[in-house]
């Protein structure tokens, strides 16, 4: 349930409002979006009253209830408006949105040493990268795969931080591991095998740090969206939705499905930022900058792109990882199509994007 | 197995080869490419001996086998050069390949009365689209809903071409229907329900139209390429495959899964040129346009969307179909994309487009 | 909308109560069962007042619409009672239905010569079946596979037919085989990849021959029942429906993946006969006997099980074939399962098999 | 890699070889089995010469390479004999194995009071169960769901296992809530959800407790033995997989698809006891005795039933479970098929259980 405010509403009054509502043993949130200012209602609902709320001051416009499972997450609790998360690197602000231009993320699946990981992040960075991804801790198949190298990785990334000026992304397991992670990333990265790991959503969902919430392999766009509304039902707004492919009955030429049409069904649903991830949406290197190409035709707000200095020696990954000349090409070819679509950095959009009216 | 013959091979010499070929009781096909010409042998290859047919001539550049299971539908079987296939509209020749620009084709499901398909005709005509869809012959999951109108839904599609001169497309679903079919399309459907209805194929296949070939909604990309192969082996080399959307897990939001890497998959197998349907693909209005977009971003060479002058009236798909004013307004978005890769009708090229190298 | 008249109806009001039906320009069907006469009503059944028929006459018990989207498949329509589909074989009346003993099926895939038709005809009588399958005209994904025999195997399986006493179940691919393997088969097969060839289900619909319905690989039991229905709307109730494994995920270990709990499903949805195909459901003899014994224990009315001579040299579905010694021993094993759930021929029930009440 | 001894062997000259083996840097496993004494070789074996392995002593038998990429877990590493896991509970020991009889466990999704959990434990333990089930912690969906009562929900499962006798089992989400549950439960649970939190498999693979592993909701069969892997990997051999329906594309009538032939396949692959779930894997009460027979009949070594006194009313998963009057029902109709299989508890076998020979 949302209260919408009108736009004349004196903050006097909105807080009045909330302390009201507080002491009816329910928790307002306020939501200051660009034209007006939401309070929303989530909990045990379903005994409030919505005509009386309303009857609580004449600058109430609406009270709307919301008839999704998921609350915070669903576009009806913004209103209609676009969630903006905003990633502090040490370039700068990074946002993340709808109405902001595409954010190219790229590095390697794990991270293997000090010169990888630091020319990595130079390369891609050279390329228009704002923030460098590495693995410290991996979620392999396999016990006795390669795990990543940990704390020793995690080290790296804020070397690699602290030289480039780029945000970092990368990988929580568990909850031990978190602290340590969320000193280094700007965001930290819930992985697919982990997106019903309800224990560690409450986990990211209790920092203050941005979350890249990927798409689980079987998830619905449901179950996905629940998730989400896990970690911002602990208090944690900034969630950042990554679709990397679902499993089908098709596995031979690639090792998922990449669900490209999650981005119009997400924008119907939720106000949350979409990525994508065409690397492990497909597996193999040669069709990563066909279907980036078509994610941000399709309206994707985020692009991460598996980037390794010598994919054929990977640790892990390799087959699906672009070498930092292919991903500088790339990233022309992706300019065109985000300029066409008016989302490319710097440059002034050409169309102004929108779907059916 | 192939015969690549050298470019400056005489004609009388290839003519010899392929003479030579038949009386070992094989059947040659040969094939004209761009800049090379090619002899197909296809059939019981097994126990031929390559080396003995390279000694065949000295204008024979090399013999390659080939090991996919899918011979004339493969990469290798055309050398790697695409397929053009030419339709013949009352308006000119449509072609239909990867160094052309993308054919628009748009219609409702299936043609209700003389004056929505003449007015859809004339709609989606002035919109951009080279060739009508609607359907005569309906494949309906219930036996109660309509079926479509048959014989006189193909006079009036018949009349539609005639008086608009857009090509015409339209879905055979048996052997009965085939001649009366072929007489009035110019492209025949083969839909996903057919895909491997194997003797539909062999009878398409031996006829002289171009046949459109829809993916099942189980098909691997495998199963797909191989119901093409059925087609080709009757001696019909024009087929379109056409991705229309798999079945998933989740049928929630979407009715379908929209495969768009299929694009970059299938340009490493075949020659054949690719379709993207969004409107089954995905089965819903709004998210068509962002899926059509995506597509010509992927490198579709066509695209295949329901219009229908009324969709809350269509007898058939309505909620997956466009308003003509809807589709007039996807136009220009799909011209924006298809101009930045460089295949959008008249206007010239911006990117040479082209995968990682 | 079904009508239930009270178990003291006369014939004569029946008969007027239809007569009158008719005159409403609706088609009514009589179902006779154990215990009711029932008056299935089908087709434009939306004006139709039940409290209108209701007051028809006296002997009318209740008038009860059918919400499902199949109507003649559906329970009920015959008021819950199962159907009884009796297959006329030179050996007798073989019955499938709920209440009665367990159908057994066995044969090769294709027919390939007469000795070896007529010898597994033999084998697989002496073990128990009561029809013999064998595929005269099979469906290939690849059209360099062997195709079958055609004709002259349907010859072969009129003479095992003969000289055994067997039944014949044998595949229908086209309108064209229909008259030619009518003659021969007891029971016509429409194959998973023609499930949704509705022209075929018409016509098959058409004759008076039983009908094995096999469910697609990506067939919902939804688009499995109205795929039946096109068969009953054309005037044949003799269908039987047969699970054989529908496509998933993980294809490493099993072909398919056999979905048993489509049996009481199917239970709750459909007076049909239900056949399982463990077979084709694994597609590797060795999970086949383990499959074959949970099917049962499942409930199945029949099994249908490929046995071939020498499934090393078989021209198709060899490694999912028994040898007839295997198929022997799993006879035996079924029966000690077919005996406890009271549904192995000959001997007496020891469980009276029931559900949860 | 394994060293088979031969069975005269000493037990000092097998002491030796693993000793010696130590030497060499490698960790070497003792597995007693009935009629052999295997040493299993796990980690970096790749550079392990098998001929000077055999050269190590005369008692020696073979020295066999593991192929598959889940070593302990493979049917190899044991030489083909089952595992058997041993539960201690108050009443007694409890063995899942292949060669043991059926073990029946049952009760509620979750535990919401000592009234309804001491009930249901005494109820099914009545009807023959030897564990309880229950859930303290809960994996649910939504945030907004009932999550289990956690810490004092294990105080009454410790209590309902005093005063039955009944051994507990019990699901662990994470690290944290570990030591607790290892405390009351005889069996720790690793969710559907969990199946690929590899942090929390290690850490399960550190305690002594058996675990069931439940199997994924899109994980093939080798994820599912890889994630066993990852808990034997860390010491822990006691581990039971739990195959509780898979996600496919039809899910109106049942919740998942429970996929039986994964007994038959695992039986090849793995020598770890397999229990069913029909509860989760059907999703419906109606459908549950029907696929607990099947199961039965499949070779199933154990049966985990939902069992709770009143579904309608249950917080959680109340379409699924059944009513202890049901269980008591339905483990009547199990011994009759357990029986027949020859692996009832008490009863004598009827029937020696084999596949195909």
Chains 1, 2, 3, 4 share one sequence.
Request: glycine share 8%; aromatic share 6%; net charge neutral.
């Amino acid at each position: 349930m949302i209260v919408v405010m009108k736009t004349d509403a004196p903050i006097s009054e909105i807080q009045r409002i909330i302390q009201e509502l507080r002491s009816w043993n329910i928790t307002p949130e306020k939501i200051v979006g660009k034209h007006k200012v939401i309070i929303g209602l989530v909990g045990d609902t379903a005994t409030l009253n919505s005509e009386k709320i309303q009857q609580l001051s004449p600058f109430i416009e609406k009270v709307v209830n919301i008839d999704k499972p998921f609350k915070r997450a669903s576009l009806e609790f913004r209103y209609g408006e676009p969630t903006e998360v905003f990633v502090s690197t040490p370039n700068g602000i990074v946002v993340f949105g709808q109405h902001h231009p595409i954010v190219s993320i790229a590095g390697p699946c794990s991270v293997e040493n000090e010169e990888m990981i630091i020319e990595t992040a130079w390369r891609v960075k050279a390329a228009g990268a704002k923030l460098l991804r590495g693995g410290a801790y991996k979620p392999r198949t396999s016990p006795y795969s390669f795990q990543g190298h940990g704390e020793s990785a995690l080290d790296l990334l804020a070397k690699a931080r602290e030289v480039t000026g780029l945000g970092i992304i990368t990988e929580v397991m568990d909850a031990e591991q978190l602290a340590q992670v969320a000193e280094v990333a700007d965001i930290i990265q819930v992985g697919a095998r982990n997106m019903q790991n309800f224990s560690l959503l409450k986990r990211v969902g209790a920092t203050n740090k941005p979350v890249l919430l990927k798409r689980g392999l079987a998830a619905t766009i449901e179950d996905w969206l629940m998730a989400a509304e896990y970690i911002m039902a602990e208090g944690n707004p900034n969630v950042i939705l990554c679709e990397r492919g679902i499993r089908t009955f098709d596995r031979k030429y690639t090792r998922n499905t990449l669900d490209l049409a999650a981005i119009p069904v997400l924008r119907t649903l939720t106000h949350l930022p979409i990525m994508i991830d065409p690397s492990h949406g497909t597996g193999w290197a040669e069709y990563v900058p066909t279907m980036a190409i078509a994610a941000i035709a399709a309206g994707a707000d985020s692009l991460m792109i598996e980037v390794h200095p010598n994919p054929a020696k990977a640790l892990s990954d390799g087959p699906q990882s672009l070498t930092p000349q292919q991903y500088d090409q790339l990233m022309q070819q992706m300019a065109t199509i985000g300029e066409a679509v008016g989302r490319w950095p710097v440059k002034s959009p050409v169309l102004a994007y929108s779907g059916v009216a």
